[in-house]
C-alpha cells in the first residue's frame, strides 16, 4: 500500500476512529452470544446440533480472510474498512431468522466470514497506524475490542431479561452498530495501493514468519477460550462453589483481559514486545498452577485473573509482529488470524474431551503447558518488538501548523 504522509493529529484521529471499529466489532460480537439460548430454540436445535452450528463463525472466517488483503487492494484500505465492517454488523441479524440447522449453519458461516476479514482489514490499519505514531497501540486497540464486547454484553443480557425478541433486538443493534461503524471509518488513514504493487493472490499459504508468530498466538487463544469456556465450570465441578460464585470468575477473567489490554501499550513501549510477552507467559504459567493445585475458590479465581493478566497482550503483539514480519501485513495478519481462530474453535471441545477421559484439573495441566509456549517462544515476536526497530522513513511528521 501507498503510505502517503500524514501530520500528526491527522495519524492520531485515525488511531481513535480505528479504535471505535474495533469496539464496533467486539459489541457485535458480545450482542450475538448473549442471544445464542434464544437462537437455538427458535432453529429448534438440539444442544449437539448447536455445536455443529456453532463451528461454523471459525469456518467461514478461515475461508474468508485471505480476501480481505485483495479487496483492501482493490478498493484502497478505508473504503475496504467501511464495506467489510458494515458487512459484519448487518450480518448479526442473520443467525436470529435461521429456522432450522441448515440455514443456521449457512447464516454462521457468512457471519464469521465478515468477522474475519473485517478482523484483517482493521487489524492492518491499526499496525500501520502504530507505525506512524512509534509507540505500541495495538494492546489498547484489542482492549477496545474487550470493551465493545462487555458492552454489547450487557445490552443483550439485558434485551434477554426483558424477554424481547432476538431478531428485533439485533435488528435494532445491527442498526446502531453501522451507523457507527461507518461514520468511525470516514477518520481512519485512506491507504491506497501504489501503481507498481500487484495484488496480493487471492488465496496464498501464509508466510513462515506468520506461522511461527501464529503459534504464539495460537497458545494465548487456546488458554483464553478454555478460561473463558470452563472456569466456571471449573469452581462448581471441582471446588463445589455456587453458580453465582464461578459465574464471578469468568467475569473476573474477562475483566482482567479487558483492564490489561488496555494499559498494556505503556509495558510494551517501556520494556519491548518480546520481554513483554515473556513476562506474560510466565504470569500465565503462575495463573495456571495456581488454577491446577487449587484447593480453595479464592486460589482458582486468582489463577484465572493471573490467567487472563498474562494472555491479554499476546494476540495484539502477534498481530503487530506480524504486520511487519514480511512485504504483504495482511496476508501475515490474516495467517496470524486464522491460525488463532481455529484454536478458539478448538480449545473448547479439547478440553472437554480430555476432561471426559481424565478430569478437568488435568485439561488446565495442558492450558499451563501451552502458557510455557508463550514465554518460551516470545523471541519470534522481534519484529514486533518497538524497542529494536528503526523509525520508518514515512512516519509521520510533526504538523506545523498551530
Not at 507467559?281 to 498452577?289: E, I, P, T
Not at 499476546?314 to 490474516?334: D, E, H, K, M, Y
Not at 518497538?386 to 523509525?391: A, F, L, N
Request: proline share 5%.
Amino acid at each position: 500500500m501507498s503510505a502517503g504522509v500524514y501530520a500528526q493529529r491527522e495519524v492520531r484521529r485515525a488511531r481513535y476512529a480505528v479504535g471505535a471499529v474495533f469496539a464496533v466489532h467486539g459489541a457485535v460480537t458480545g450482542s450475538f452470544a448473549t442471544r445464542v439460548p434464544w437462537i437455538q430454540d427458535h432453529a429448534g436445535v438440539s444442544a449437539g446440533q448447536l455445536g455443529l452450528a456453532l463451528a461454523f463463525p471459525a469456518l467461514g472466517a478461515s475461508v474468508a480472510m485471505p480476501l480481505a488483503g485483495g479487496i483492501s487492494h482493490r478498493f484502497g484500505a478505508r473504503t475496504a474498512l467501511r464495506g467489510l465492517i458494515a458487512l459484519w454488523t448487518l450480518a448479526l441479524v442473520l443467525p436470529s431468522v435461521a429456522p432450522n440447522l441448515l440455514t443456521l449453519c449457512l447464516a454462521l458461516f457468512v457471519y464469521g466470514a465478515s468477522a474475519g476479514m473485517s478482523d484483517v482489514a482493521m487489524n492492518a490499519l491499526g499496525v500501520e497506524v502504530e507505525n506512524r505514531l512509534n509507540k505500541s497501540i495495538m494492546s489498547g486497540l484489542h482492549g477496545m475490542w474487550s470493551a465493545g464486547a462487555l458492552v454489547g454484553s450487557a445490552a443483550g443480557t439485558l434485551a434477554a431479561h426483558l424477554g424481547s425478541d432476538a431478531r428485533l433486538h439485533h435488528a435494532l443493534a445491527a442498526a446502531v452498530l453501522t451507523a457507527a461503524g461507518v461514520t468511525a471509518c470516514a477518520w481512519v488513514l485512506d491507504l491506497q495501493p501504489a501503481e507498481d504493487e500487484e495484488p496480493p493472490p487471492r488465496f496464498a499459504l501464509p508466510p513462515r514468519s506468520a506461522l511461527l508468530i501464529g503459534a504464539i498466538g495460537f497458545c494465548a487463544v487456546f488458554a483464553e477460550g478454555a478460561s473463558l469456556d470452563w472456569s466456571a465450570v471449573y469452581l462448581r465441578d471441582q471446588l463445589e462453589t455456587s453458580a453465582g460464585l464461578a459465574a464471578a470468575c469468568t467475569t473476573g477473567f474477562t475483566l482482567t483481559m479487558a483492564i490489561a489490554r488496555i494499559a498494556g501499550d505503556r509495558v510494551v513501549d517501556r520494556y519491548g514486545a518480546v520481554r513483554t510477552v515473556r513476562a506474560s507467559g510466565v504470569v500465565a504459567v503462575l495463573g495456571g498452577l495456581l488454577i491446577v493445585f487449587a484447593e480453595h475458590p479464592a486460589m482458582a479465581m486468582g489463577g484465572f485473573a493471573l490467567m487472563g493478566l498474562g494472555i491479554a497482550v499476546v494476540v495484539p503483539l502477534c498481530f503487530a509482529a506480524a504486520g511487519r514480519s514480511g512485504a504483504n501485513p495482511s496476508l501475515a495478519i490474516a495467517g496470524v488470524a486464522t491460525i488463532t481462530y481455529t484454536s478458539g474453535l478448538i480449545a473448547p471441545s479439547a478440553i472437554g474431551l480430555l476432561a471426559q477421559a481424565t478430569s478437568l484439573m488435568v485439561s488446565f495441566v495442558l492450558v499451563t503447558v501451552l502458557s510455557c509456549g508463550i514465554a518460551g517462544f516470545a523471541s519470534v515476536l522481534r519484529a514486533g518488538d518497538r524497542t529494536k526497530r528503526i523509525s520508518r522513513p514515512d512516519a509521520a511528521v510533526p504538523d506545523p501548523r498551530p
